[in-house]
DNA sequence: CGCTTACTGGTAAGCGCTTACAGGTCGGGG
DNA sequence: CCCCGACCTGTAAGCGCTTACCAGTAAGCG
């Protein structure tokens, strides 16, 4: 008892066994739950272990046993080393990557977050890194291009969340196409708007991409008539959006009666421009976001929007990452049902003060 | 050439030798610009590489080196199972965590995140094994008790986040105290109102009670008058923040002059209770908030509130975790300043509509 | 009471990588 | 023309842990 433990000087399985007077081998089935220990056994490694306050060696482990327990989340951020007012744009992405983390728990896994600056032309190199500390990853949107993706999953298995399928990897996104036209539908059928405008987010985007096609598709078979262009070309942060407005207002252009917004982010940086040169939203312009992040519904006025399940997709994403490094196979893409959320920026009526909707799930 | 790489079977430093004809030691070095290789080992070296994608496996380099270029950061999350609803109130969170996160990649390293339900009794567990995949972690308010930190921190070098400091870890906060006293030397001297009151965060936070604790001083002090107890107790939420108001309008109780949440949050679900009721803000009252987190300025009124350098206490706090790796001796907490960021919803006019304030960084 | 069966616990072989050390090659000086 | 030093490169040990395999022990049975 009376061991002499440095201080510094890694703490190894070799010191618990000593400790406890049992091999190295009983230390490790005690910890891992392993064979049948005698409770005497593993009474006295418990106590060592506790005495010593060891924690095994996550990469000692992960050797042995071929398994790290993580998976690497690999997502754009907006700027380098610029802190303030760059990063509104993440709360999207915040919510996914929650989402996965708490999926990956249940499994015993955490989650290796790492970030690439919009023009960091280290992406690769990024990635490669997170790639070998990790079991499997998952790229968020405009992460690598499908050549990239097709070189990586050799080493690695790889699932996309709102990216393009490739036959490398498998991808998780949401129904982008019946959202937008549910939300194109309300607002020209039941709202009876006849001049939209979609403020666009990053051009490179699939799901920019795809809401894009989908509401110039919608809106003009409806016989609404849309404003498009390089004005109205955004890129899903609040400043994007409200840079947007700044300039036509500026050029003295009129607004469309409608605003769909390619996310919520957007949306807000909109209303609040608009707020800020006496435009009343919905009153003048309506305006619609899309994925209902969190504070969508404390805006003023709360916003129309589509939601996505974030935290689900993040869910999704790992748990089709999971049967894939479990080595149980293929499953192939996945689209997950988005709904239309009423709230008052459309033009809808305010919900009943008696119900506050607020934090009262469902 | 031919060589037949097994699709599966991980691949090694032994596989890309082999390719390259050269030995894993060569392999090695040319992957770590050790020694100096002949031009021509390295370009066939680097030929295999690119030719098999390979990418060495982090476990087995953090077991031979004693380093595993990782950092663990661990936060209590709103609920368990349930998504929806229950994580507003991580904005600030998720802000530090992407502050630790750049600062991390600057020096190589990636970032482990696990998140703790408010209420789960496997916190301990659950940070052992963060700790184990780790070579530093960095724990966000109330993870563990001063004893708890101090057992682990004999294993792993330790950082905390507005917690409080032990001889065995090292604290980042920021001003509280400073903070708290220009905002109630704000709203009643140049406000002038006489009645406040304080809607709290979680009890056992140390920041929350120590911007309680200024506040009573602060405000008792210039001789305003506060409501106080069980009724004013928040939990950080815009829920939790609606919900007091609530309550309180519900009792018919009224409301004080001017009302200073515990963060910014809360100063949401505050406002956005306040507006279903018909009560103006600020004219009625005037809500204040605490962090500043990028919504804020977005609020409808904006949010006056109390910044805190969110990223930068994120960046600082692996900064002086990562001096305690690279056994950089032992720095002593850190406190980082704060400041008062006047806008709308203390009763303040508005920002001229010609500075939109938005997204243009200082 | 001796032998079989059922367990428990220990020994040692790797997991993939880094790196100290030794061996080989080549060029230049004596 | 031979020897020495400078440079590369290869061999092998070891990082901390898991686990197959085997030895030792105790209990069960004839």
């Given at each position: 008892m009376t061991e002499t433990k440095r201080p510094k000087g890694t703490l190894t399985i070799y010191?618990?066994?000593?400790?406890a007077g049992v091999s190295i081998a009983s230390v490790s089935r005690v910890l891992n739950g392993q064979g049948t220990p005698r409770?005497?056994?593993?009474?006295?490694?418990?106590?060592?272990?506790?005495?010593?306050?060891?924690?095994?060696?996550?990469?000692a482990r992960a050797l042995s046993n071929g398994l790290k327990e993580v998976v690497g989340v690999v997502f754009r951020r907006g700027g380098e080393a610029t802190f303030e007012d760059e990063d509104e744009s993440l709360l999207f992405i915040d919510g996914i990557n929650r989402g996965i983390e708490v999926a990956a728990q249940h499994r015993g896994f955490?989650?290796?977050i790492s970030s690439v600056g919009v023009h960091d032309s280290h992406a690769t190199a990024r990635i490669s890194g997170v790639a070998g500390k990790a079991d499997g990853i998952i790229l968020h949107d405009r992460m690598l291009s499908a050549v990239g993706i097709a070189r990586l999953a050799e080493m690695i298995p790889i699932v996309t969340l709102?990216?393009?399928p490739t036959r490398a990897s498998v991808n998780v996104g949401c129904d982008n196409d019946s959202g937008m036209r549910a939300l194109v539908n309300h607002l020209t059928v039941e709202h009876g708007y006849r001049h939209l405008a979609y403020l666009s987010g990053h051009a490179a985007s699939p799901d920019n991409r795809a809401r894009a096609r989908v509401f110039e598709a919608a809106t003009t078979a409806v016989g609404a008539e849309i404003q498009t262009g390089p004005a109205w070309q955004g890129n899903y942060s609040a400043a994007g959006g409200a840079q947007v407005i700044?300039?036509?207002l500026e050029r003295g252009g009129d607004l469309p009666r409608a605003i769909v917004c390619a996310n919520d982010q957007t949306a807000l940086g909109v209303i609040h421009a608009l707020a800020r040169r006496g435009v009343r939203v919905p009153d003048d312009v309506a305006v619609t976001g899309f994925d209902d992040v969190p504070v969508a519904r404390h805006l003023h006025p709360s916003l129309t929007t589509i939601r996505q399940p974030i935290e689900q997709m993040g869910?999704?994403?790992?748990?089709?990452?999971?049967?894939?490094i479990s080595g149980n196979g293929g499953e192939s893409d996945v689209v997950l049902p988005v709904?239309?959320?009423?709230?008052?920026?459309c033009g809808c009526p305010p919900a009943s003060p008696a119900t506050p909707a607020l934090g009262v799930g469902a």
């Open positions: 010191d618990v066994a000593r400790l409770p005497e056994t593993r009474e006295r490694v418990m106590h060592a272990v506790r005495e010593l306050s060891f924690v095994p060696d996550g990469a955490d989650v290796l709102a990216g393009s700044a300039s036509l869910a999704t994403a790992f748990d089709v990452l999971y049967s894939r709904r239309l959320v009423l709230r008052e920026s």
